[in-house]
């Protein structure tokens, strides 16, 4: 007579599975937030390697007013070709030549090649925004350079 009463009590059968299912809730959102406060989700999703363009400016010789030659670095993991740049003033005014004259230098990665930007009415095919400009010595000047799959780099230059 007492075991039957002890199993038509179903409330202290109830308290116990709401306590074992709390329980893991609790154990299962800790392990959740234990895997990725350690960084374990990026270690099991890899993400693929892609080829990236990443360049990095060496050094920039000004040959004349309206030319300067900037030796520039591949440091990303896929060939570069330049497509066009744009060359801006401290006031604003630019000059921007969207298809690069003749051969558009093409480089591999880790290697070093010299691009020259012209400027002024050296430069056939520019297009100016602003009012037109030269190279003057002690001011800094703005390039930025695009390549065939629109990566836009910028470098600052001082004359």
Known sequence: MRS????????????????????TIVVIASVMVFTYATGLFTALLVAP???TENVSLEYSNFISNSQVSLSIRNTGTTSITFNAYYVR?????????????SAPPAF???????????????????????TAFTFQPGQA????VV?????????QVTR
Do not use: E
């Not at 039957?4 to 329980?23: E, P, Q, W």
């Not at 990665?109 to 520019?126: E, F, Q």
């Not at 000047?141 to 930025?144: A, D, N, R």
């Open 4 to 23: 039957r009463r002890f199993l038509h009590n179903k409330r202290g059968i109830d308290t116990i599975v709401a306590s074992l299912l709390m329980v």
């Open 49 to 51: 390697k892609t080829a």
């Open 89 to 101: 003033d401290y006031s604003g005014n630019q000059y921007a030549l969207t298809s690069w004259p």
């Open 108 to 130: 591999s990665p880790r290697t070093v090649t010299n691009a020259n930007i012209t400027i002024s009415s050296s430069c056939s095919g520019c297009a100016t925004t602003g």
């Open 141 to 144: 000047y703005t390039i930025l």
């Open 147 to 155: 390549t065939k799959i629109n990566s836009v780099f910028s470098f």
